[in-house]
């Protein structure tokens, strides 16, 4: 079945840091989400994409929608301590029902 | 985006038992989702709910051991049955964004069962 494959897996940076991560499949996706978990939470969606080179930005989040159409990217800048948590991507395939596949999770930690 | 709750929030059950999880959204949604975290892992889709008809079941997941209603456009359950400490896990309930657009979901907060 169709797989996204997330990294780096974990990342443990330093505040006002910038922190990159990626998600990346072999198969063709129509809409990529990323979303932010925090313990004890269910997922906040933070930046929805629907077109091959889409680049959009929530505060200081960016997040581009690859033109293959396999992949997308989410940069944080300046991060801060409430940066803290894991970060999913989530794409949905085009002859899906609605279904959304997810990467495995970046977590993100932040030295104050 | 809709604001979504469920019940309960977690639960600590034996081996053998049966839980039934509740979600309750404040719109009316067409489609409601069920997800299961395992500890430390990313979110696997257990079934789509859709009101008016039968649940749709992902690969690795049956009817039998996570029966799904869907009784109204608000509202859903998922029944973990006959429960293993393999199913000590967080369940998630998610909906369709209320606006129509299919492609952002919106998520509980998650049931976090313990099965000893």
Known sequence: GQQLNQSPQSMFIQEGEDVSMNCTSSSIFNTWLWYKQDPGEGPVLLIALYKAGELTSNGRLTAQFGITRKDSFLNISASIPSDVGIYFCAGRIPDSSYKLIFGSGTRLLVRP | ?116
Do not use: H
């Open chain 2, 1 to 116: 985006s809709a604001v979504i709750s469920q019940k309960p929030s977690r639960d600590i059950c034996q081996r053998g038992t049966s839980l039934t999880i509740q979600c309750q959204v404040d719109s009316q949604v067409t489609m409601m989702f069920w997800y299961r975290q395992q500890p430390g892992q990313s979110l696997t889709l257990i079934a789509t709910a859709n009101q008016g008809s039968e649940a749709t079941y992902e690969s690795g997941f049956v009817i039998d051991k996570f029966p799904i209603s869907r009784p109204n456009l608000t509202f859903s359950t998922l029944t973990v049955s006959n429960m293993s400490p393999e199913d000590s896990s967080i369940y998630l309930c998610s909906v369709e964004d209320p606006t129509g657009r299919v492609d952002e979901q919106f998520f509980g907060p998650g049931t976090r069962l313990t099965v000893l």
